[in-house]
């Protein structure tokens, strides 16, 4: 009875921190393809996983770690399609693919990346990718600071708003999301909770380096999220890649550069 419990705290724990890819695969005249062979490479790791379609020409990918992916689909007899995706933390998106009948080894590819609806999930949220987190100018480094570009995201006075007098763990002042105090939100770290209650921010403060990308989820959240009243900030830290990086920044303040 135990391990049944933890088991399925796990599987609702990978659910908000990670990316879910489902979709069904037809032919030309719209009947569906059992059978198919469909694989979802990430393009960062080269770290692939597979699948089959079933009778009712199905596939799905649960737990996916966000990030770049190359969705492929063949069948014997049928020209085989691939596709560019951007997975987002906490998305679920579906993807209808139409495999065309073979003509001399003929395959289909997508180089760009379309645009995909995610229309899996009838929850409001917006998501700060990699590139907005590493190319804004903020003055702090402060992670909330970034999630003001979510629509319906204000910022709050933090220490009119305590439980009670305390130092909070992370500086800066709170969020209020749809207008909700900023007590009423809830943040989620890898899956995993992380709230100063008292002040109604993060228990740790997670620097932009280590921050993958977040999602602010201001309306209709998933029912593993709970506790919250307001809005759900997901954050997912950035994880190995097949190739050495970093950051480096400073801060540089003189006279010459104050305004006269």
């Not at 770290?47 to 089959?52: L, P, Y």
């Not at 987190?133 to 702090?140: E, H, V």
């Not at 201001?218 to 593993?224: C, I, N, P, Y």
């Amino acid at each position: 009875m135990l391990l049944g419990a933890s088991v399925r705290f796990l599987s609702g724990q990978q659910t908000v921190d990670h990316a879910s890819v489902s979709g069904r695969v037809t032919d030309p005249s719209g009947a569906v393809i059992q059978g198919a062979q469909v694989s979802v490479r990430n393009a960062d790791t080269n770290a692939v996983s597979s699948a089959e379609t079933d009778r009712d020409g199905r596939f799905r990918f649960s737990y996916l770690q966000v990030g770049r992916y190359l969705l492929t689909v063949s069948h014997p007899g049928f020209a085989s399609a691939s596709q560019s995706l951007t997975l987002t933390v906490g998305s679920s998106f579906e993807i209808p693919v139409s495999l065309g009948l073979v003509t001399k080894s003929t395959n289909l590819t997508v180089t760009a990346e379309a645009a995909v609806l995610e229309a899996a999930r009838s929850q409001i949220a917006g998501t700060v990718q990699q590139a907005e987190i590493r190319s804004l100018p903020l003055n702090g480094r402060n992670l909330l600071d970034v999630a003001l570009l979510i629509p319906g995201v204000s910022p709050t006075n933090t220490g009119a708003n305590q439980l009670f007098a305390e130092t909070a763990a992370s500086p800066g002042q709170g969020i209020s999301i749809d207008s909700q105090r900023n007590l009423s939100n809830s943040f989620v770290v890898d899956g995993l909770s992380d709230n100063d209650d008292a002040s109604g921010l993060t228990g740790a403060f997670y620097g932009l380096d280590i921050v993958n990308e977040f999602q602010v989820v201001t309306s209709g959240g998933q029912a593993e999220f709970g506790r919250a009243l307001g809005g759900y900030v997901n954050i997912v830290t950035k994880s190995g890649t097949n190739s050495l990086h970093g950051d480096a920044y400073g801060y540089l303040r003189n006279q010459r550069f104050d305004a006269a």
